[in-house]
């Protein structure tokens, strides 16, 4: 069997789970949100979830207090199982 190096995905992640959370913890748990997701969704482990700054920047751009409700993001898992995180480009 041929063995992938690299599978790459795109994904929109809804954010919404944020608004159950009080304002001045909101971005923090959007961070957790996202690396939760990309490791169920690309089955990968959580510690091996590296999230890119822009994709920081972009969550925390408008506050602690109000994330965005979904974000869409590019997913690229490695042969080491590290799976990297970026904004995709447009």
């Known amino acids: 069997m041929a063995e992938e190096e690299e599978l790459e995905r795109m994904f929109t992640i809804p954010l919404r789970a944020t608004k159950n959370v009080p304002q001045p913890k909101r971005a923090k748990y959007a961070i957790v949100c996202v690396r939760k997701y990309i490791a169920k969704h690309m089955k990968g482990e959580l510690s091996n979830v590296w999230i890119d700054e822009p994709v920081n920047r972009k969550i925390w751009s408008r506050g602690i207090k109000h994330p965005p409700s979904k974000i869409r ?3 690229v ?3 080491d199982n590290l799976i990297e995180v ?3 480009e447009e």
């Open 73 to 75: 993001v590019k997913a």
């Open 77 to 79: 898992k490695f042969e």
């Open 86 to 88: 970026t904004l995709p």
